[in-house]
């Protein structure tokens, strides 16, 4: 094989080495080098339930039953006296902890067009972890005689009313994973409304909870990813001088490009072409032509001889037509 088709393939082969490395550089950039994982150390939770007893006056509808508990039935607005609500809150952590709740209660009266705040209590402060509250109760005369006072300085007027009792839970904790704090307000509405079963009160969020975390970051290092990362910076960088070398020898080895002789260009028009001694004089128009061919075929329609004169390897083939000059120039041994 001669010295040239080496050098080809091995040209070829460093050129598509080359072209591999790149795309593997460019691959293994899109991994990262480090995993962060989330690892957690301690869960907690608060938790409140709300039960309410609902007094009725003398019915038909509950078989004169005095009261109601939760999904005992509907709670109608002309039935109802009072209902007597009750708090349960539990605060559970995973880990053993030194917990301090702090804990206070407002209800606020509310209509479309305003709201009042009609009770708040002190804040109390405990370290257990179970909160037992007793809620003011929700006595429709009170309220309804609280709104109407409200709605006559005001001027306003609304049919229906939603009695917002909103407790808020602070708990601050120590554990051996970390501290805890939380901010919990489990918000109970009992409001009154106009429903195809007619005028009733409902009770809405009788069982609420908020969970929480102590958690911590650890970052791995992926050593594969960057062993990977240096086997393709040296994959490019052996493939690159290989691909440098063998251009090199290449170019070296590969035999000249054979120049056309002029003698075999000249032949089939050699008694049009009258040799010249200078280069062609300087005209207003040049046109070159692509082959000479092209320029015999316009020195028959013209009637006049193509001229030939050399500059160094380069040969001018031209016809002088006035101030417009026909050329083919071409470089021949």
Known sequence: MKKPQKTLILLTLFTILTLISIITVYAVHQTPTEKTLTNTLCTYKSTADYDYTAILKPNIIYNNKTTLKPNEGTIYKALTKQINISL??????SLLAETT?????????????????????PTNVTSQTTV???VPPFNRTELEAIKKKIESETGTSSSTYTLEIKPTFTVKANTTAGQIYQVFTPTLTVSTQRTEEGEVITVEGLHQTKTGAITENQTTTLYEIINQRYASYILTTVSAAGL??????????????????????????KDMIIEAEETPRKTRITIEV?????????AEILARPIL??????????????NETRYQFKITAS
């Open 132 to 134: 037992q509250i007793t």
């Open 101 to 121: 709740i702090t804990y206070r209660l407002t209800e606020t009266l509310k209509t479309a067009a305003w709201h009042h705040q009609i009770t708040a209590t």
């Open 290 to 298: 692509k082959t000479i061919e092209d320029l015999a075929k316009t």
């Open 244 to 269: 440098a070398v063998s251009t090199y020898f290449h170019m070296k080895f590969k035999p000249p490009t054979k120049k056309p002789q002029i003698k075999k260009i000249i032949a089939p028009h």
């Open 88 to 93: 349960t809150y539990t605060f559970n952590a």
């Open 308 to 321: 030939h004169a050399t500059k160094g390897n380069e040969h001018i083939f031209y016809i002088i037509d």
